[in-house]
């Protein structure tokens, strides 16, 4: 069982930046892939971030590429979403989510293809 703990929530202005991190159980996080994915009001599901557990393999969605990055650091089974220049189409529950037993180069834009989902945290930018 694997349990993801999502912080680094909360409200801030357009322009400002942001940092959420997620925190994962389990000795074999670096084999996990892993994703950021976000959900705002009345929309479905989408996909912000991945990156797979050898972490050389990212995606990031076209609405926050130049703006957002994920990265991840082992020795913490952390995985972080750095969101910069943020703006108000970002309000989102955002969640993290983590694959198991894949290659070292998976990863997928797909919310349904993970196994495990933390509880999500909200983000919310002003104009």
């Keep these: 069982q694997v349990q993801l703990v999502e912080s680094g929530g909360g409200l801030v202005q357009a322009?400002?930046?942001?940092?959420?991190?997620?925190?994962a159980s389990g000795r074999a996080?670096?084999?996990?892939?892993m994703g950021w994915?976000?959900?705002?009001?009345?929309?479905?599901?989408?996909?912000v971030a991945v990156?797979?557990?050898s972490g050389q393999d990212t995606y990031v969605?076209?609405?926050?590429k130049?703006?957002?990055n994920i990265s991840r650091e082992r020795a913490k089974n952390?995985?972080?979403?750095?969101?910069n220049n943020m703006k108000p189409e970002d309000t989102a529950v955002y969640f993290c989510a983590a694959k198991t037993d894949v290659v070292p180069w998976y990863t997928s834009k797909v919310p349904s293809d993970y196994d495990y989902w933390g509880q999500g945290t909200q983000v919310t930018v002003s104009s």
């Design 51 to 53: 990156t797979s557990h």
């Design 37 to 47: 994915f976000r959900q705002a009001p009345g929309k479905e599901r989408e996909v």
């Design 61 to 64: 969605a076209d609405s926050v």
């Design 78 to 83: 952390e995985v972080y979403l750095q969101m």
């Design 29 to 33: 996080f670096s084999t996990y892939a």
């Design 66 to 68: 130049g703006r957002f």
């Design 15 to 23: 322009g400002d930046s942001l940092r959420l991190s997620c925190a």
